[in-house]
């Protein structure tokens, strides 16, 4: 279940490299349904999701895009 409460579907090839519950994967859209794997970040065990969520929020919030992505 990701962060919004909305699931995906992440399949690998080979070693996924994930070795905590909670992981960044980092990637390439391919098409609506497909993500290119380029890399993993493991995170802590004790992610807050709540507080990651907001995160991804104010990242995609109109007052604040242009700051952070310019």
Do not use: F, K, P, R
């Given at each position: 279940m990701g962060a919004?409460?909305?699931e995906i579907l992440v399949k690998f090839t080979g070693d996924?490299?994930?070795t905590s519950t909670f992981v960044e994967i980092i990637?390439?859209?391919v098409?609506?349904?497909t993500v290119k794997k380029m890399g993993v970040i493991n995170l802590k065990y004790d992610?807050?999701?709540q507080v990651a969520n907001k995160v991804i929020k104010n990242i995609h919030d109109p007052r604040f895009f242009?700051?952070?992505f310019s």
């Open positions: 919004n409460g909305g996924s490299g994930i990637g390439h859209v098409d609506a349904t992610l807050n999701l242009s700051t952070i």
